[in-house]
């Protein structure tokens, strides 16, 4: 709605004081965001910055699991999207985060993850002796199946961990049971019941630990606990 | 490149007949889960394999499916194997078969 029946005279004072208006508006702007925002935003900064430094990963186990939980989500998101774009990145961030803070009473098996600088190269080196001990059960297996006489002795052995956290056990378990000729029944605290196709070799506890579960715990004593 | 990855598939796909095979040869439960949990893993990482030669762009979703097989498939086989060891399936030995034919005699005399 314009106003016809004013003076040009009016509305050119009108126009003065709006300009006035949104000078004292610019002004206070300017002030208030000298004042206030500015102080928020450095304290913001500031406060960023110290939770920053009280980051603690040896010796704070939340903190660990925080951190090692968004990681793994923004690994898998990067691998799903499959592409390396700011925005994709951005958003796979704060999706990590957001899924990391809903999920992160049910984290708590992450805790036992040793994080050091060796941490991946123990992982990897770890990765290469489950291979090839994959690749050697698959054709140990083939050999037995494929024999005619089916040259098979299986028993039941226990074997000792000395690994304490679930989640270490987990994979200790996993990898015996896909390793020659052996198979993870059952966990009851630090005794496996592992069934083993070929247990000529020995049936005792102090055997079947050196024979099948050594060389996966001593490398995976590394970076679990 | 598409013939390194059909000789992969190929060498999945005769894993995965091995593993079949060992569970139709192999004696009890145990055994079978042995077979079938070992060639299956392999067979089906191989396969992976395969399509990631013949297809590089899914390289990073073929490893997290290698991924998610590896970490499913052995708990999986333990779970059963458990379940019929608490459900008090003796595994099978080569002792307890002659235990076995001896006890059946002296249950016909």
Known sequence: ?225 | MTLIGNIFIVIGAAFLFLGALGLVRMPDLYNRIQAGTKAVTLGSLAVLLGVAFQHPGWLPKLFLIALFILLTSPVGSSTIARAAYSAGLKPFTLSSKEKKQSLGKQEET
């Not at chain 1, 939770?51 to 939980?69: G, S, T």
């Not at chain 1, 036992?112 to 297996?141: E, G, W």
């Not at chain 1, 990898?175 to 247990?199: A, F, K, M, N, Y």
Request: charged share 20%; hydrophobic share 45%.
């Open chain 1, 1 to 225: 709605m314009t106003t016809n029946n004013s003076s040009p005279q009016a509305s050119k004072e009108k126009l003065e004081r709006t300009k006035k208006l949104a000078n004292q508006a610019r002004t206070v702007m300017l002030k208030s965001y000298k004042n206030h925002l500015m102080p928020r935003f450095l304290r913001f900064f500031h406060f960023l910055l110290g939770q920053y430094r009280k980051i603690d990963l040896e010796n704070k186990p939340q903190q660990r699991r925080f951190v090692i939980a968004t990681t793994l989500f923004f690994i898998m998101w990067l691998m799903l999207v499959g592409t390396l774009s700011f925005s994709e990145i951005f958003v796979g961030l704060m999706v990590a985060l957001f899924t990391t803070w809903l999920s992160y009473d049910r984290l708590a098996f992450l805790e036992s993850i040793k994080l050091n600088r060796t941490t991946p190269l123990h992982i990897l080196r770890y990765l290469q002796v489950f291979v090839v001990a994959l690749l050697r059960a698959n054709i140990d297996m083939a050999r037995r199946v494929l024999s005619p006489r089916l040259p098979i002795n299986p028993a039941l052995v226990e074997v000792q961990t000395q690994l304490k956290s679930p989640l270490g056990k987990l994979i200790l378990a996993n990898s015996i049971t896909l390793t020659p000729g052996t198979l993870t029944v059952d966990v009851v605290g630090d005794r496996l019941q592992v069934h083993w196709v070929d247990s000529t070799s020995g049936m005792d506890l102090e055997c079947a630990t050196h024979a099948i579960a050594e060389s996966f715990e001593y490398h995976l004593q590394e970076f679990l606990e």
